[in-house]
């Protein structure tokens, strides 16, 4: 069942989103070569702290970070650790918040130093089938135009769309109705209503779409080992342009 949200409850949402927008800002200014990924989920556990919110993933179904770093070939999901980034990686990162009793959920992903021009590529464009989805994220829109659009831009750019993970309606609870795929057709779906918050995350591979989970139950990889690169937002619908709750000053 969708969940409409109240004026008021999407101001919430948005202060919630906001804690997430500052954290993933101040990790992107600490992500270097030869920082640990570990010291990246320590700075974002800090912040929401001191912010009197509560980390969202931190916990939920047993995952025991704040924050989930993903580094080349892994999709979603992965663990903060003694890594240390080098040259030419790249990094999704993705966090979520809990604060005054609404969720918040973004994430970015970001070269390392110099990267390939087939790493900042893929950076490029999932970030692009992002921002096009985010354009159909309209009231009286179907679901399907948002998957439509992220399933065009990625493999039109000769990239996949991961199949397996899709984004979520979000609000009292992390992840809510509706599902939302990043591939599919535009008049497909439920229709788009003003109240409506989605997280609309594409998840891109350099490859072939297809993805396993790795031993430790959480991390997500490409199974031909080509990098991936995820993006997501937190958005209202509304009865006018789409309103980007976790928007990054």
Request: aromatic letters at 6%.
């Amino acid at each position: 069942m969708v969940i409409l949200k109240l004026p008021d409850e999407v101001e919430r949402a948005r202060a919630s989103n906001r804690i997430v927008a500052e954290v993933l800002s101040r990790i992107r200014e600490r992500v270097k070569p030869g920082v640990r990924t570990k010291d990246l989920d320590k700075l974002a556990g800090e912040i929401v702290e001191k912010k009197g919110a509560k980390a969202a993933f931190k916990g939920y179904r047993g995952f025991p970070y704040a924050l989930c770093v993903s580094v080349n070939e892994e999709v979603v999901h992965g663990m903060p650790s003694d890594r240390v980034l080098e040259e030419g990686d790249i990094i999704s990162l993705d966090f979520g918040v809990l604060y005054q009793g609404l969720f918040g959920d973004a994430a970015i992903t970001l070269p390392v130093g110099r990267v390939a021009k087939n790493a900042a590529k893929l950076i490029e464009v999932a970030e692009k089938s992002l921002n096009n989805a985010i354009e159909q994220a309209k009231s009286g829109n179907r679901l399907g135009a948002i998957s439509a659009a992220v399933q065009s831009t990625v493999e039109s750019a000769g990239f996949s769309v991961v199949r397996d993970y899709v984004g979520h309606g979000i609000g009292k609870n992390l992840h809510e109705d509706p599902q939302i795929p990043n591939f599919g057709r535009k008049d497909r779906g439920i229709e788009l209503k003003s109240g409506m918050i989605l997280a609309i995350e594409p998840m891109v591979n350099e490859k072939d779409y297809k993805v396993k989970v790795l031993p430790d139950g959480w991390t997500v990889v490409t199974e031909d080992g080509g990098l991936s690169a995820h993006f997501e937002h937190s958005v209202a619908i509304t009865a006018n342009e789409p309103d980007i709750l976790s928007e990054m000053n």
